[in-house]
């Protein structure tokens, strides 16, 4: 019985040729397909490329180079005119902080005559009163600032007689002793501490100077003010020195700051603090910080 051999009917060997020539075909078909994907393997042949055309396919798109640029045209002087506009108008064009008028010629030379050309050349380059060095913008050099100021003496025609060309030539006004000439007489230190003395007399805008209190600022102010501008008035960082300023050059700040006007870069960091000050407290701070040696 085990070794019986099986026996397949005519069903059976039908389904198994079908299978068989099922295969066969499968099999070429893959060997087909084989002998095409190597066929396309095959190396291509190569196009030759001249070494110009290579030099041009490998050259970059752009480069940047350093080196002197070279200016042929000389940058454009910026006009007297231009200064004041850019500068000056935002106070002179209104009178702000008691900025003279540009047009107001009985105010230009009244100051014109009183302290002459050199001196409103020296505080509109170094800063005076509620005005900034070199108008706020320190990019301008001294000859910029001058023409701006002669610029505004013309327009109110004040005759001063300067150009850019005749520098420290005389301006004709005749005040030797205000434009810093020798007065013969030896005694300029002993001038300035009078001078000094007197402005710390001075009324500032109804503030009496006299009667400031050095001893209460000291004490009850100044500490305020040590984080900024240091314990005798030296200037901490970016901030500015006050020593050797008059009692009266700091009562004008104060009460500058006090109404909320723009005095420089920093009115921003001084207007809140000079807020709430009183009269009585910017004359004791004023002969306070007049006494810092500069």
Not at 206 to 218: P, S
Request: charged share 25%; aromatic share 6%.
């Amino acid at each position: 019985m085990a070794n019986q051999p099986i026996k397949m009917d005519a069903g059976n060997k039908v389904l198994l040729f079908v299978s068989a020539i099922a295969l066969a075909g499968a099999v070429i078909f893959l060997v087909a397909q084989l002998v095409n994907w190597l066929g396309q393997m095959g190396v291509a042949e190569r196009t030759p490329i001249s070494e110009e055309e290579l030099t041009a396919r490998l050259t970059p798109a752009g480069r940047v180079e350093a080196g002197t640029v070279e200016v042929d045209e000389e940058e454009a002087e910026v006009s007297a005119g231009d200064i004041y506009q850019n500068v000056c108008a935002a106070c002179h064009d209104t009178g702000a902080s008691d900025a003279p008028i540009i047009d107001d010629s009985e105010e230009w030379a009244s100051r014109f005559d009183e302290k002459g050309l050199d001196t409103l050349f020296e505080h509109s380059i170094e800063g005076f009163n509620a005005m900034p060095a070199r108008g706020g913008d320190s990019s301008l050099s001294d000859e910029e600032v001058q023409r701006a100021v002669a610029y505004m003496l013309d327009q109110a025609d004040v005759d001063h007689g300067w150009s850019p060309d005749n520098g420290d030539e005389d301006n004709g006004n005749g005040n030797d002793e205000e434009n810093g000439n020798d007065n013969g007489n030896g005694n300029d230190e002993d001038e300035a501490a009078e001078d000094d003395t007197a402005a710390n007399g001075d009324t500032v805008n109804g503030i009496d100077l006299a009667a400031g209190d050095a001893a209460r600022a000291e004490s009850q102010l100044y500490g305020r003010c040590i984080s900024c501008h240091g314990a005798q008035g030296q200037g901490v960082g970016i901030f500015p020195s006050i020593a050797g300023e008059s009692a009266e050059f700091i009562a004008q700040r104060l009460v500058a700051y006090r109404a909320g006007e723009t005095v420089g870069d920093d009115t921003h960091l001084m207007a809140p603090n000079a807020r709430n000050l009183s009269d009585e407290d910017i004359a004791d701070l004023a002969v306070f910080i007049a006494e810092f040696e500069g």
